[in-house]
């Protein structure tokens, strides 16, 4: 009903590099503009619409708004790469990276300028799947993101095998940095092993 009544929006995240503070990409966060309780959170609707598998069709919603958002930062002359998270059921839709190459091609958008993100739980289901749905999305051009990294129970051996171009660390190993002498030896050891 949400969707069909166009209560959803995007609200977009500016991804700063931390050396220069230049703009390097954005994530695209969905909200529900509900008529009568406001803003809510995606916190609030997100898991109930996994439960209830309304998460595909919303995940398209966020895909197409995305990529046409992509469109028009192009055509202004900024090539802005767009970050979108990912459920395990949209993963696990067939044909899942041709629809996704359809809606790049629809919005004009090469696949460079959309890094789809992940977390290390849904690496977890299913690895050989997983791995061959994000090696499609790769041929397309699409970037792929671990997020929250640090908080599943993810392999080092799985991570070596999957096709990822970043790796996000979760906010409670960065909060506290530079002052928290444990938080900025995890975070310091996971880049140290992305960049590896």
């Known amino acids: 009903e949400a969707i069909a009544q166009q209560q959803f929006v995007l609200h977009y995240q500016p991804q700063v590099r931390a050396g220069d503070g230049q703009l390097v990409g954005c994530e695209a966060l969905i909200r529900w503009r509900h008529p009568t309780r406001g803003l809510v959170e995606p916190d609030r ?7 209830q598998r309304m998460i595909v069709p919303i995940g398209d919603w966020v895909l197409r ?8 930062w192009r055509e202004a002359g900024r090539e802005l790469p767009v970050s979108v998270n990912l459920s395990l059921l949209q993963l696990r839709e ?5 629809g996704l190459k359809a809606t790049l091609d629809e919005a004009g958008v090469p696949g460079r300028l959309l890094e789809v993100e992940i977390t290390e739980r849904m690496l977890m289901n299913d690895v050989d799947a997983v791995r061959a749905t994000l090696a499609e999305l ?4 699409v970037r792929v993101a671990i997020d929250d990294f ?3 129970y993810s392999s080092l051996g799985t991570l070596n095998q999957l096709p990822i171009d970043r790796i996000k660390i979760d906010r409670s190993f960065v909060r ?3 002052q928290h002498a444990g938080h900025a030896a995890i975070a310091r ?8």
């Open 65 to 72: 708004e995305a990529t046409h958002a992509a469109r028009r």
């Open 189 to 196: 050891a996971i880049v140290m092993l992305a960049a590896s």
């Open 94 to 98: 067939p044909g899942f990276a041709e």
């Open 176 to 178: 506290g940095l530079p």
């Open 138 to 141: 790769r041929a397309i051009g």
């Open 150 to 152: 640090g908080t599943g």
């Open 45 to 51: 609707c997100i898991p109930l619409a996994e439960e």
